[in-house]
């Protein structure tokens, strides 16, 4: 267990690496809530309060004529436990991300406990991104020429699937905004439980189910991993097995930043989704209706 003195002294670490940052990256680099900032500046001053919630920032890093968003999230004691960190692009297919960032965490589990780390991890990317830029390039022009071959008479079949995903906690508002915009750009329905457990489901074509999966789990977890996927083959229209009308975001807060489980089960009841509940958390949900 860290004492008050030991946080104080990350944190002071986290803001002076934050600042030195913001030197290099003023308009580049972009607080996600400058409220936990403020926070953090006040426990620094006066450690006799609850710790404030992780810093998180994002840099948008230039190369080449194209930029390399790398989203960063700080846990309380950073620089003694390791950032959670992830870079993406639009150019970037889906692989070469996941294979980026597969190696960015070797990288950040290379680095020297009790050092800040950002900016070493920034130049990473700037001498390596290339790489996987070029092989996403050779990718997708592969993909376009093989589909220019293709007889356009033939007609795919199409899998409607729902994934249910669970995680250790959903905190990042980088990572919120980023699977609602994954979910709408992809014509995706469902939800994401914000809060500790996290929950996300994602329901659409097994396509777009997929693709947003990777692009989900490329986002650096302390735990993430499908508990349930759904699926019906020959579907003639998707939209007739959707549980969801849209993507929303939604917290069932009680105290210390935990999801009420009763909440969730009336939520996924009101869905139709309460078989769910068993293959997420291994226990049959129950709440009690009240009486019209």
């Not at 710790?51 to 846990?75: D, F, H, K, Q």
């Not at 220019?148 to 795919?156: L, P």
Request: hydrophobic residues 35%; aromatic residues 10%; contains cysteine.
């Amino acid at each position: 267990m860290s004492t008050s003195q030991q946080v104080m002294e990350n944190l002071t670490a986290q803001v002076n690496e934050l600042q030195a940052l913001q030197s290099v990256y003023p308009t580049e680099l972009a607080v996600a809530d400058y409220g936990v900032l403020a926070d953090i500046n006040s426990y620094i001053e006066c450690s006799d309060r609850d710790p404030p919630r992780w810093l998180e920032y994002a840099i948008t890093i230039p190369l080449n004529g194209e930029l390399i968003e790398l989203m960063v999230s700080l846990p309380t004691n950073y620089p003694q436990e390791q950032p959670e960190i992830y870079a993406r692009s639009s150019r970037l297919d889906r692989t070469q991300q996941y294979l980026l960032n597969k190696e960015l965490s070797v990288i950040v589990k290379a680095q020297e406990t009790g050092e800040p780390c950002i900016y070493t991890l920034i130049s990473w990317l700037q001498d390596n991104v290339e790489t996987y830029l070029k092989a996403s390039t050779c990718t997708q022009t592969m993909k376009r020429d093989n589909a220019n071959k293709n007889n356009i008479g033939d007609q795919a079949v199409i899998v409607f699937s729902r994934y249910w995903i669970y995680s250790h906690h959903i905190y990042s508002k980088f990572k919120r905004r980023d699977i609602a915009n994954l979910a709408k750009e992809n014509l995706i329905t469902g939800f994401c439980l914000a809060g500790k457990p996290g929950i996300i489901c994602i329901e659409g074509t097994l396509e777009d189910c997929d693709y947003c999966w990777q692009k989900i789990k490329a986002m650096n977890w302390h735990k993430i991993l499908i508990k349930l996927m759904e699926k019906e083959k020959d579907c003639n229209n998707v939209d007739n097995l959707r549980k969801f009308t849209d993507f929303q975001e939604v917290s069932f807060p009680t105290t210390e930043r935990h999801n009420d489980m009763g909440q969730l089960l009336k939520y996924l009841t009101e869905h139709d989704c309460q078989h769910a509940f068993k293959e997420l958390f291994g226990i049959e949900g129950k709440f009690n209706k009240l009486s019209d």
